[in-house]
T-cell receptor, first 110, second 114 residues
Framework: GEDVEQSLFLSVREGDSSVINCTYT??????LYWYKQEPGAGLQLLTY?????DMKQDQRLTVLLNKKDKHLSLRIADTQTGDSAIYFC??????????FGKGTRLHILP | DAGVTQSPTHLIKTRGQQVTLRCSPK?????VSWYQQALGQGPQFIFQ???????QRGNFPDRFSGHQFPNYSSELNVNALLLGDSALYLC?????????????FGPGTRLTVL
């Protein structure tokens, strides 16, 4: 099937790390992405990882890829109130056909 | 440098009508993709245009059609609107030769079908 799976909600205390998990479907996907969507706004590409990499770090963001299990995760260190948003996992199944998950809503607790 | 722009921002139509949505890509981009995002869902790929031709298509009926112009801007047309077509329609642009296909999204057009 074409479903990219993510948990729908995550609550994290401010200052803690957030970990958002995703399972994708196509083992031949070339690139995997994390997008952020704030209320009333379009999608913002946060980071992406090529399928031959295991990890990518970009400031507070760390992406881990387990290709064997088709599992992707996004870790946000020192979570801030501005990180409150919906985070979408997406895979490039080839020929630039991008399949998105339903999104994980990240809620920051004070 | 303007990013991806879409018009209109909001639109209300009735069942059976036709609608045209417009998108201007980010400067320097030559590829436009369209997505439908229903409430509480992730974006669903409709189709992609490059060199004025449809290159990829998702699982959407023929009621959904598009066009790309020589200046790379694009239109999405939906005929015979159904209530279920109510959604946020997102346009994304990219540069064809970029291997990672980094797509930049516009703010979307919210379509309501009554």
């Amino acid at each position: 099937g074409e479903d990219v799976e993510q948990s729908l909600f995550l609550s994290v205390r401010e200052g803690d790390s957030s970990v958002i998990n995703c399972t994708y479907t196509d083992s031949s996907s070339t690139y995997l992405y994390w997008y952020k969507q704030e209320p009333g706004a379009g999608l913002q590409l946060l980071t992406y990882i090529f399928s031959n990499m295991d990890m990518k770090q970009d400031q507070r963001l760390t992406v881990l890829l387990n290709k064997k299990d088709k599992h992707l995760s996004l870790r946000i260190a020192d979570t801030q109130t501005g990180d409150s948003a919906i985070y979408f996992c997406a895979e490039n199944q080839g020929d630039d056909k991008i399949i998105f998950g339903k999104g994980t809503r990240l809620h920051i607790l004070p | 440098d303007a990013g991806v722009t879409q018009s209109p921002t909001h639109l209300i139509k009735t069942r059976g009508q036709q609608v045209t949505l417009r998108c201007s890509p980010k400067s320097g981009h030559d590829t436009v993709s369209w997505y439908q995002q229903a409430l509480g869902q992730g974006p669903q790929f409709i189709f992609q245009y490059y060199e004025e031709e449809e290159r990829q298509r998702g699982n959407f009926p023929d009621r959904f059609s598009g066009h790309q112009f020589p200046n790379y801007s694009s239109e999405l047309n939906v005929n015979a609107l159904l209530l279920g077509d109510s959604a946020l329609y997102l346009c994304a642009s990219s540069f064809w030769t970029t291997n990672a296909n980094e797509q930049f999204f516009g703010p979307g057009t919210r379509l309501t079908v009554l």
